[in-house]
């Protein structure tokens, strides 16, 4: 079954603007990724985040992790219509296979 | 060239046909991983593989099977094909570090009537 769940499905924002999106997850994990996937196209890697991270940037990116209410959130600053995609959280767990969430649906518009 | 690559990108079938698709990559990756992606529902793992001689059901494995030919090919096959696995399917890739970031092939989308 799939851990993770984002919220919201889909975010409509100006270009400029900052997107967040939110993940919650059931079990302790090891770590949590990010993936962003272009319309229709394979699953691109954007930034993990340890269990013993809260923070971490990556250039317009900035993700955090809660693991104590079992959640974590992206924020991409300054959008750009290149930004519009789906966005999927994924939880490590124990054995190196990853759960993916639903995804969130990031429409920029110019 | 892509690291991952999926063969066919697209394929159109009939009910009952058997059918395969195939995943190469270049990365050198011990572990591949076969999912399915359905509209609204995320990925879902279908079969894994952290070597050759080590393959791994998923969460929806049933309906499909799975060879791994070498280390840097990784096939799934529907035996029977039904409509309810039109679906876009991806093969990823992933390292044996502690990171275990997956590669993504460009996916290969099954229509089956």
């Known amino acids: 079954s799939q851990q993770g769940e984002e919220d919201p499905q889909a975010l409509s924002i100006q270009e400029g603007e900052n997107a967040t999106m939110n993940c919650s997850y059931k079990?302790?994990?090891?770590?949590l990724q990010w993936y962003r996937q272009n319309s229709g196209r394979g699953l691109v890697h954007l930034i993990l985040i340890r269990s013993n991270e809260r923070e971490k940037h990556s250039g317009r990116l900035r993700v955090t992790l809660d693991t104590s209410k079992k959640s974590s959130s992206l924020l991409i600053t300054a959008s750009r219509a290149a930004d519009t995609a789906s966005y999927f959280c994924?939880?490590?767990?124990?054995?190196?296979?990853?759960?993916f969430g639903a995804g969130t649906t990031v429409t920029v518009r110019a | 060239d892509a690291d991952v690559t999926q063969t066919p990108r697209n394929r159109i079938t009939k009910t009952g046909k058997r059918i395969m698709l195939e995943c190469s990559q270049t990365?050198?990756?011990?572990?591949m991983y076969w999912y399915r992606q359905d509209p609204g529902l995320g990925l879902r793992l279908i079969y894994y593989?952290?070597?050759?001689?080590?393959?791994n059901k998923g969460e929806i494995s049933d309906g499909y099977s799975v060879s791994r030919q070498a280390q840097a090919k990784f096939s799934l096959s529907l035996e029977s094909a039904i409509p309810n696995q039109t679906a876009l399917y991806f093969c990823?890739?992933?390292?044996?570090?502690?990171?275990?970031?997956?590669?993504f092939g460009p996916g290969t989308r099954l229509t089956v009537l």
């Open positions: 990823a890739t992933s390292g044996t570090g502690v990171s275990n970031e997956q590669f």
């Open positions: 593989s952290f070597d050759v001689k080590d393959i």
């Open positions: 990365k050198g990756h011990d572990r």
């Open positions: 079990t302790s994990i090891n770590n």
């Open positions: 994924a939880t490590d767990e124990d054995d190196y296979k990853l759960s």
